[in-house]
């Protein structure tokens, strides 16, 4: 059964800084595109970022240099980043992994920014 385990969420100030990681229970994960999108209340779920299988990484418009995304193919992990928050990325995130038609989601983790 495929799993995909979030972790790392939470609540933190405007302008501080969150690790959300994502365990993988998917073999090969070398072969996966894994990433993280999210879902604000009311809106629809967003990419955040991912990362191919090559280390090719894609982010959303709204990031703008504050998050970074990683890969541990050893660990079937994936981790994301985020500083320099804002309260307008208050959202559930969720880990993300596809390979052709196979597509996976995570329960999702909450992230809240507020002070």
């Known amino acids: 059964q495929v799993q995909l385990v979030e972790s790392g969420g939470g609540l933190v100030q405007p302008g501080g800084s969150l690790r959300l990681s994502c365990a993988a229970s998917?073999?090969?994960?070398?072969?996966?595109?894994v990433g993280w999108y999210r879902q604000a209340p009311g809106k629809q779920r967003e990419l955040v970022a991912d990362?191919?299988?090559?280390?090719?990484?894609t982010y959303g418009d709204f990031v703008k240099g504050r998050f970074a995304i990683s890969r541990d193919n050893a660990k079937r992990t994936v981790s994301l980043q985020m500083n320099s928050l804002k309260p307008e990325d208050t959202a559930v995130y969720y880990c993300?992994?596809?390979?052709?038609?196979?597509?996976?989601w995570g329960q999702g983790t909450q992230v809240t920014v507020s002070s």
């Open positions: 990362i191919t299988d090559g280390g090719t990484t």
């Open positions: 998917i073999s090969p994960f070398i072969f996966y595109t």
């Open positions: 993300n992994a596809r390979r052709g038609v196979r597509i996976y």
